[in-house]
Each structure stands twice: as structure tokens, then as C-alpha cells.
């Protein structure tokens, strides 16, 4: 559990995995956009066309 924890992907995968056992749908799905979110920065295709130049 510790090694899943500490890595991006792994929280998501974790929070997968408890959808599955608890159903709190709303605060898992949060967990993921907070995980994911993070990678929107560095991927330069996700820019808008007012953010290029």
C-alpha cells in the first residue's frame, strides 16, 4: 500500500479500488481529478488556443 501511495498513479489506482469497496463516488472522483490535475501543466497539447502565442 505505501509504494501505490506514493506514487501519482498509485493514488489513483487506490482510489479506484476503494470506489469499488465503499461507493463514495464524489470524494474518490475528487481524488483523481486532484491527482491528474497536476499533469495538465506539463502536457503543452492541453493548452487553449488563448494560452498560445
Do not use: Y
Amino acid at each position: 500500500m505505501n509504494t501505490l501511495a506514493s506514487l501519482r498513479f498509485g493514488r489513483v489506482l487506490l482510489h479506484c479500488l476503494c470506489l469499488i469497496n465503499d461507493h463514495k463516488f464524489a470524494w474518490h472522483f475528487q481524488g483523481i481529478l486532484r491527482e491528474l490535475r497536476p499533469c495538465a501543466a506539463c502536457c503543452p497539447a492541453r493548452l487553449t488556443r488563448n494560452q498560445t502565442s
